[in-house]
């Protein structure tokens, strides 16, 4: 068992996102990006099979989706194929966790 508090753990940064690691193996990835307001993760893909989940762990913003915006705030989660254009912007800091799985 491994044992961390992610406040901690995972910074914020002036230049960009955080990008803090939690746990990498041949089944999951599990990633936490602290974003100060403004920043954002970038509408982006990848060309493997797969899924993607994103969930605010605390703070606001929208996750970024082909053709739109939702509305994000601790508690919300979404869940995509990895192939499914996906982001995240933050309106307020915020810090999202995202596992993905396989890993990529």
């Known amino acids: 068992m491994k044992y961390m508090h992610l406040p901690d753990e995972a910074q914020f940064r002036d230049t960009g996102p955080g ?14 990006f602290s974003l100060h307001e403004g920043q954002e993760l970038p509408l982006h893909s990848h060309d493997d099979e797969g899924y993607a989940s994103l969930l605010v762990l605390e703070g606001e913003g929208v996750f970024l989706k082909d053709g739109g915006e939702q509305p994000a705030k601790a508690g919300d989660v ?3 194929e990895i192939r499914e254009p996906h982001g995240v ?3 307020k ?9 396989p890993p990529i």
């Open 78 to 80: 979404v869940v995509c």
């Open 19 to 32: 990008k803090f690691l939690v746990h990498d193996s041949p089944y999951v990835k599990i990633l936490v």
């Open 89 to 91: 912007r933050a309106t």
């Open 93 to 101: 800091d915020m810090r999202v966790i995202a596992h993905i799985a």
